[in-house]
C-alpha cells in the first residue's frame, strides 16, 4: 500500500523558511518523480515543483529561486525548502507520487501559513 506521509507545515511571518518533508512507502521510489502541489482557498491546485526520477528539478514561475526541490532515495523522501516567503504562499501543499503510466498519488496534505 502507497503511503505519503507530509510534514513540516507551519505558520511562518513573510520571509522566513519552512522545509516541508513527504516521506514515502510502498512504492519503488527511486524509479518515481516526486513533487508539490498546493491549494490555497478557492482556487485550482497548482503545481509548485517536481523532481524527476533521475533528479531533474522544475518549479512554478511564482517560486524558482526561493523554493528548492530535493530528494534522497535512501530516505524515499523528498523536501521542499521553502524561503523567502510571501503571504500568497498560503495554502495547503500536496505531496505526490507518480511514475510512467499511473495516475499521480497523493498525500494528506500539510498547511503552510504565512503571515504578513
Known amino acids: 500500500q502507497v503511503q505519503l506521509v507530509e510534514s513540516g507545515g507551519g505558520l511562518v511571518q513573510a520571509g522566513g523558511s519552512l522545509r516541508l518533508s513527504c516521506a514515502a512507502s510502498g512504492i519503488f521510489f527511486s524509479s518515481n518523480a516526486m513533487g508539490w502541489y498546493r491549494q490555497a482557498p478557492g482556487k485550482q491546485r497548482e503545481l509548485v515543483a517536481d523532481t524527476s526520477s533521475g533528479g531533474r528539478a522544475n518549479y512554478a514561475a511564482s517560486v524558482k529561486g526561493r523554493f528548492t526541490i530535493s530528494r534522497d532515495n535512501a530516505k524515499s523522501t523528498v523536501y521542499l525548502q521553502m524561503n523567502s516567503l510571501k503571504p500568497e504562499d498560503t495554502a495547503v501543499y500536496y505531496c505526490?507520487?507518480?511514475?510512467?503510466?499511473?495516475?499521480?498519488?497523493w498525500g494528506q496534505g500539510t498547511q503552510v501559513t504565512v503571515s504578513s
Open positions: 505526490y507520487t507518480e511514475r510512467p503510466g499511473y495516475s499521480k498519488l
